[in-house]
């Protein structure tokens, strides 16, 4: 069965930083390319990153460029998110998320449950 | 960029009706589109991807259509678990854009 389960959230103030963990399990973890998704409180989805099978590619909307980073650890099956510069309008739940077979051309086919993010002094 | 954009916003319908949600793109996306379904409390689950076929385990009251900037996504016979929250999302490309969402609600 394909798990992904996040860890790091929290309440952190503006400006400070903070590292997002998603570990999978029920699938070869280095054949996917995998992404995060946000979602604020009471609002719809939005895409935040993407990182290639060998993590050698990443995408990002301009919104995060050059303050989130996302990465991975293929012997650990581990995704993470590292955000920086963090700003009151990333309070969210980060969901991981899993491209499917068709890579990064095809849709996400398993999410995670999520975890909350809360950027507040 | 290209926007999404989901119409209606919301849609109250009864057990047994056949409902239609909208799903337009600013620019020609092809068939590159994926349908999600989002309970309250719950993750995102997938239902439709390159813009008509069904993932796995999805009942097929779940109908997807369209091409190049217009979609459709249309649930026949709509049960009581329908209820939620619908997004379209433009595949294939990055930025991977979500639209707004439809909530579809049971009267």
């Known amino acids: 069965e394909v798990q992904l389960v996040e860890s790091g959230g929290g309440l952190v103030q503006p400006g400070r930083s903070l590292k997002l963990s998603c570990a999978a399990s029920g699938f070869t973890f280095s054949n996917y390319y995998m992404a995060w998704v946000r979602q604020a409180p009471k609002k719809g989805l939005e895409w935040v990153a993407t990182?290639?099978?060998?993590?050698?590619?990443?995408y990002y909307p301009d919104s995060v460029k050059g303050r989130f980073t996302i990465s991975r650890d293929n012997a650990k099956s581990s995704l993470y998110l590292q955000m920086n510069s963090l700003k009151s309008e990333d309070t969210a739940t980060y969901y991981c998320a899993r491209h499917g077979n068709y890579g990064p051309f095809g849709p996400f086919d398993y999410w995670g449950q999520g975890v909350m993010v809360t950027v507040s002094s | 960029n290209i926007v999404m954009t989901q119409s209606p916003k919301s849609m109250s319908i009864s057990v047994g009706d056949r409902v239609t949600m909208n799903c337009k793109a600013s620019?020609?996306?092809?068939?590159?589109i994926a349908w999600y379904q989002q309970k309250p409390g719950q993750s995102p689950k997938l239902l439709i991807y390159y813009a008509s076929n069904r993932y796995n385990g999805v009942p097929d009251r779940f109908t997807g259509s369209g091409y190049g900037t217009d979609f459709t996504l249309t649930i026949n016979s709509v049960q009581a678990e329908d209820a939620a929250f619908y997004y379209c999302q433009r595949i294939y490309n990055s930025p991977y854009t979500f639209g707004a969402g439809t909530k579809l609600e049971l009267k």
């Open positions: 990182i290639s099978t060998s993590g050698s590619r990443t």
């Open positions: 620019q020609n996306v092809y068939n590159n």
